[in-house]
């Protein structure tokens, strides 16, 4: 069991190990849900991705530019399985 100390401004610091269980990485947020008897659960808040996050995602990985005619070619194999 770890055992954390509450600063005067309610503030709590994890340590290293813990935040390595729970799989956090600096600059992440944590998710807490508070439980009945004043228990909470802890974990990783796990980001949901939008359509806006995707559209960038590949952005400056390649200097090629592909057509439209290109764009719809490489959809119409990835749906028949070819590549």
């Given at each position: 069991?770890?055992?954390?100390?509450?600063?005067?401004r309610?503030?709590?610091?994890?340590r290293?190990e813990?935040?390595?269980?729970?799989?956090?990485?600096?600059?992440?947020?944590?998710?807490?849900?508070?439980?009945?008897?004043?228990?909470?659960?802890?974990?990783?808040?796990?980001?949901?991705?939008?359509?806006?996050d995707?559209?960038?995602?590949?952005?400056?990985?390649?200097?090629?530019?592909a057509?439209?005619e290109?764009?719809?070619a490489?959809?119409?194999?990835?749906?028949?399985g070819?590549k």
């Amino acid at each position: 069991m770890t055992i954390l100390t509450v600063t005067a401004r309610g503030q709590v610091t994890f340590r290293k190990e813990v935040l390595q269980h729970l799989g956090i990485k600096p600059g992440e947020k944590i998710e807490l849900d508070l439980l009945p008897d004043g228990r909470g659960m802890l974990k990783a808040a796990r980001q949901t991705g939008t359509i806006d996050d995707f559209v960038g995602l590949l952005a400056g990985r390649t200097k090629k530019v592909a057509t439209i005619e290109e764009i719809n070619a490489a959809t119409a194999q990835g749906w028949v399985g070819k590549k």
